[in-house]
C-alpha cells in the first residue's frame, strides 16, 4: 500500500522565510565546525580504548556534541523508543532519509555502540574526515570489490557487538514518495547474520534542511522513533525488506 502514497510536493518559501534560513545556515556552519574542534580530540582519543568499550565513548562523545549543537539551531531531537535495544543483542538500525541532518543524528542517538556505512569521499575532509572514518564502515560505490569488503566488514562489525546503521534508501530521498524504494543491502545483511532489524523514523529533518534548497535551514523541533525490531526469520530477502519498508512508511505518513 506504501508506494501509492504521494509525499507532500516541494514548499514555496516567502523572500523572508528564505533569507532567514540561509542567515541561519550560515550560523549552523559555524557553529558545528567551532563545536567540532572542541571535541575532535576527545573523539579521537576513544581510539585509546578497546572495543566496544571504545566505540561505546565514541558514540557518548558524539551525542553530546549533537545534542548541544542542535540546541544552538534550535532544533532540539526527542527520541522515542529506545527499550527496544535490549542488553546483549546487536541490532541492524534502518533510517529514512530525507535530508542532510539526518547524517549528524542517526548514530549518535542509537544506544549502544555503532557504525553506519558511509560514502569514503568524506574521509578526504580535513580532520572531519577522520573523525567520519572512525564511526564508519566505508565503502566505495562505483567499486565491486569495495562493495564486497564493506559487507564483510559490517559483519564483523556486528560480531564485535556493534548495532549498524543503515539508510536503506541509498541516498536522500528525492522521489515523490514517502520514501524511496530500499536497496537490499540492510536485509541481505539481515538474513546472513540472522540479526534483527530495528526500523527508525526521523521526523523533521525534510522541513529543517529541505532537500531541493542550497545553504538552507529552519529551526524545527525533531524526533527519531525507534520501532520493534523485526526478525529476519525464514523470510526472502525480499520479503524481510517489504515488511520493513511498509512498517516505516505506515508510521511516516501517519506521524509526519
Known sequence: MSEAIKAPSRKKYNLFTAFFARIWAVWGVVTFVLTFLIIFIPSMATK?????????WFILVSKAWNTVWLYLVLSPLKVYGKEYFKKGTTYIVTANHNGMLDIPLLCPFVPGPNQTIAKDTFTKVPLFGCFYARG????????VASRKKSFDLMKASLKKGFHMCIFPEGTRNKTDLPMAKFQDGAFKLSRDTKTPII??????????????????????????????PIEPEDMTIEALKQKVYDTMVDFYVKNS
Not at 585509546?48 to 561505546?56: A, E, I, R, S, T
Not at 564508519?136 to 567499486?143: A, G, I
Request: overall charge positive; proline content about 11%; glycine content about 4%.
Open 48 to 56: 585509546l580504548v578497546k572495543d566496544p568499550k571504545g566505540m561505546w
Open 136 to 143: 564508519s564502515v566505508l565503502v566505495n560505490r562505483d567499486s
Open 199 to 228: 526500523p527508525c523514523i526521523i521526523l523533521g529533518s525534510a522541513k529543517a534542511c529541505p532537500i531541493h534548497e542550497t545553504l538552507f535551514l529552519l529551526p524545527t523541533k525533531l524526533q527519531m522513533h525507534f520501532l520493534p
